[in-house]
């Protein structure tokens, strides 16, 4: 089999013990059995403005990194979500560029070959989330010259990379908060996000759903809101 090419030498993605350096396949694990590797698309964010704790590194090339299970819907990008309570880190890739992520991230990326030095992730400095937000962004693909970092307290960062990429045509969670951050002067305030960073940043329509037209977040927001109301009619 080997000679007629069937059979190769190679690397797979699977679950990997960083301890014992191997696989770990389901009955070696003390926990997690049935857990499988997922695979992300990571979406390259450049940062234009740089936080005081990133000063050092505004000559290079720095990114924010997202996890994106469609980047197809790339092009519809108003802003970047990140967790303004979030502990983030600055780590070198190949290729002279600076990904911010978090740290489980780094590590991840680390054991795929990708940081500069493979299965080794320094931290060449901290950074949260806070200190990001009101940031301009540089996304790929969308219609805006460029964007901002805005804030998303939901956000999980022992999911993906702690940074999320936000199309409110398309996802309902994006465009909740977009728009509440766009209508509530209150919550900007508590998380020092101007007017000026989210206001003038329309959903770009991308997709055509039958039924629902080419704004399915903003119809799944409005018949969410219409269900909520008649829920709490009946409690009354």
Known sequence: MKENNK???GKRYTIFSE???QPCAD?????????????????KIQLIDFPESLAAWAEKKVYLVAATLRPETMYGQTNCFILPEGKYGLYEMKNDEFFVMSHRAAQNFAWQEMTKEDCKYPCLANVTGQ??????L???LTKYEFVYALPMPTIS????????TSVPSDSPDDYAMLYDLQTKKGLREKYNVEEEHCVPFEPIPIIEIPGMGNMAAKTCYEQLKITS????????
């Open 157 to 164: 960062m022992t999911k993906g990379t702690g940074i999320v």
């Open 7 to 9: 059979i190769k030498y």
């Open 229 to 236: 109301h008649k829920d709490s009619d009946k409690l009354k």
């Open 19 to 21: 301890l014992d350096n």
């Open 27 to 43: 009955h070696d694990r003390a926990k997690g059995e049935g857990v499988a590797p997922q695979e992300y698309v990571g979406i």
């Open 131 to 136: 200190e990001i937000i009101g940031k301009r």
């Open 138 to 140: 540089k996304t790929p």
